[in-house]
């Protein structure tokens, strides 16, 4: 596709349960992250993958949270034991990145609306 | 830990004037900065990028200005128009190709 492509676009899940939540990026970009949103706050840095690998996973809040990007491309993001706290927007973005260098435009996806009941 | 501000109370103005938008920050100064659009439901659209050795920079009718000095960027949209309306979010190069976000500003443009 042209664009980022987020599924699913909305999940409601029960206190304790485990979702997954799918990015799929620009073709041929490298670089690959996952921000949550809360209502009226700009989105909060979670995960930052170059390639395959996480290369700065500090924002996750917890170890309920994981992240995976197996083959370079299409990332999910996990959350178990899932807690009412969790309800947000997750968005993905990816961008590209040649060498060491960032262009520094992240191109989002239209995000995954977690809601935990 | 770097913090950034943008001004929480939605910003209101008349279709054909210019609005002003205000990212501070504390801290480090970032290499860059970014500013996007955001509509409701939707996800951030980038508008502009703005180097640390930059001190304007424009695209149509959106001007960036970045003062390192004050810690601070502004954002400009003259002859804004309704279409204009959406949330506005800046964003700090945190290094090591992190991106952090402001809460955003809501910019309501009135016919």
């Known amino acids: 596709g042209a664009g980022v492509s987020q599924t699913p676009s909305n999940k409601v899940t029960e206190k304790g349960k485990y979702v997954e939540l799918r990015c799929d990026p620009i073709s041929g970009h490298t670089a690959l992250y996952w921000y949550r949103q809360s209502l009226g706050q700009g989105p909060e840095f979670l995960i930052y993958f170059q390639g395959t690998g996480a290369a700065d996973d500090s924002g996750l809040p917890n170890d309920r949270f994981f992240a995976v990007r197996p083959e370079g491309s299409v990332s999910t993001l996990k959350i178990q034991r899932t807690e009412r706290g969790d309800s947000a927007v997750y968005l993905c973005?990816?961008?590209?990145?040649?060498?060491?260098?960032?262009?520094?435009?992240?191109?989002f996806g239209e995000g995954s609306r977690l809601t935990v009941l | 830990s770097q913090k950034i501000e943008q001004n929480s109370e939605a910003l209101n103005i008349q279709e054909g004037k210019t609005a002003t938008l205000t990212c501070n920050y504390t801290n480090y100064s970032p290499a860059y900065l970014q500013w996007y659009r955001q509509d409701p439901g939707r996800g951030p659209v980038f508008l502009l990028l703005?180097?640390?050795?930059?001190k304007e920079k424009r695209k149509e009718r959106l001007k960036v200005t970045f003062d390192t000095t004050l810690k601070q960027s502004l954002f400009h949209i003259t002859a804004s128009q309704p279409a204009d309306s959406a949330t506005y979010l800046c964003?700090?190069?945190?290094?090591?190709?992190?991106?952090?976000f402001g809460s955003g500003t809501k910019l309501n443009v009135k016919p």
């Open positions: 703005i180097r640390e050795n930059e």
């Open positions: 973005a990816s961008s590209y990145t040649s060498g060491t260098v960032n262009t520094g435009e992240l191109f």
């Open positions: 964003a700090l190069d945190r290094g090591f190709n992190k991106f952090y």
